[in-house]
């Protein structure tokens, strides 16, 4: 399983993502903006159809999604932003994919490269890791607010590719095609998720534990930090005990 999705949904369940509210919607309004290139009816373009989800999911105001997508249609004036991912190697040789959105290249990448060395990685080259990682659905469910068996019983009956169970987190890994699908099952049967994505899963993973586990963990959050970068994916592997400690 995802690594990085689990440290998500943990830092989710925990609640510390509501003191950066503010920089969460820097990223999903850039979002929209792109996604709404695409095509402003979110029927028939499933990035904007994601991104409306996601923000409306964060509680964004209806009018600043609106606005967000007439930017990016050309409707109004607004930035420019390029989709760029960056790849590298964290502590443990843990492959790194960065999806950014940004307006100035150079600068971003530099930003990236200096967060990279200074929590023990380093900036590769652009391929040497993004064959590792597969695109999949993503749910995360903290088994104190949920009941495992009925997340274990709609997963299977809807498709889902793989679930498993550690500590108190459940994941569900789907195809991107069945995301929707499964996610409108937990809807209906009022099954609350932590963690609801399109993600990107790695085929292999290295784990960590320690002094570079907690460099990984602070070289992810570092990344996250930056208003250009959307997503972060890693390989890693911490246990769900050391990262619930590293939260506190």
Not at 28 to 49: F, H, K, Q, S, W
Not at 101 to 122: A, P, V, W, Y
Not at 174 to 181: A, H, R, S, V
């Given at each position: 399983?995802?690594?990085?999705?689990?440290?998500?949904?943990?830092?989710?369940?925990?609640?510390?993502?509501?003191?950066?509210?503010?920089?969460?919607?820097?990223?999903?309004?850039?979002?929209?903006?792109?996604?709404?290139?695409?095509g402003t009816d979110p029927e028939t373009?499933?990035?904007?159809?994601?991104?409306?989800?996601?923000?409306?999911?964060?509680?964004?105001?209806?009018?600043?999604?609106?606005?967000?997508?007439?930017?990016?249609?050309?409707?109004?004036?607004?930035?420019?932003?390029?989709?760029?991912?960056?790849?590298?190697?964290?502590?443990?040789?843990?492959?790194?994919?960065?999806?950014?959105?940004?307006?100035?290249?150079?600068?971003?990448?530099?930003?990236?490269?200096?967060?990279?060395?200074?929590?023990?990685?380093?900036?590769?080259?652009?391929?040497?890791?993004?064959?590792?990682?597969?695109?999949?659905?993503?749910?995360?469910?903290?088994?104190?607010?949920?009941?495992?068996?009925?997340?274990?019983?709609?997963?299977?009956?809807?498709?889902?590719?793989?679930?498993?169970?550690?500590?108190?987190?459940?994941?569900?890994?789907?195809?991107?095609?069945?995301?929707?699908?499964?996610?409108?099952?937990?809807?209906e049967r009022n099954i609350k998720w932590?963690?609801?994505?399109?993600?990107?899963?790695?085929?292999?993973?290295?784990?960590?534990?320690?002094?570079?586990?907690?460099?990984?963990?602070k070289l992810v959050e570092a990344l996250?930090?930056?208003?250009?970068?959307?997503?972060?994916?890693?390989?890693?592997?911490?246990?769900?005990?050391?990262?619930?400690?590293?939260?506190?």
């Amino acid at each position: 399983m995802s690594g990085h999705s689990r440290w998500s949904t943990i830092k989710r369940k925990k609640s510390k993502v509501d003191a950066q509210r503010g920089k969460l919607f820097t990223k999903l309004i850039r979002e929209l903006m792109v996604a709404a290139r695409y095509g402003t009816d979110p029927e028939t373009n499933p990035r904007l159809r994601q991104a409306i989800m996601a923000a409306k999911a964060e509680n964004m105001p209806k009018e600043n999604i609106e606005r967000a997508i007439k930017k990016g249609s050309g409707e109004t004036g607004g930035e420019v932003y390029e989709e760029c991912v960056f790849e590298g190697y964290g502590p443990g040789s843990v492959a790194v994919l960065v999806h950014t959105l940004t307006d100035n290249r150079k600068r971003t990448s530099q930003e990236i490269r200096h967060i990279f060395s200074k929590h023990g990685g380093k900036m590769g080259e652009a391929g040497c890791v993004g064959w590792m990682f597969t695109r999949k659905g993503y749910f995360g469910f903290s088994s104190q607010e949920v009941e495992p068996d009925k997340v274990m019983e709609v997963a299977i009956e809807f498709g889902a590719e793989d679930v498993k169970e550690e500590g108190e987190i459940i994941e569900v890994i789907t195809e991107p095609q069945d995301f929707e699908k499964l996610k409108k099952a937990f809807e209906e049967r009022n099954i609350k998720w932590s963690t609801a994505e399109i993600t990107m899963v790695p085929q292999t993973s290295v784990k960590l534990s320690g002094k570079e586990a907690e460099q990984m963990l602070k070289l992810v959050e570092a990344l996250e930090e930056l208003d250009d970068v959307q997503k972060v994916y890693a390989n890693f592997d911490i246990s769900t005990e050391e990262m619930e400690k590293m939260v506190g």
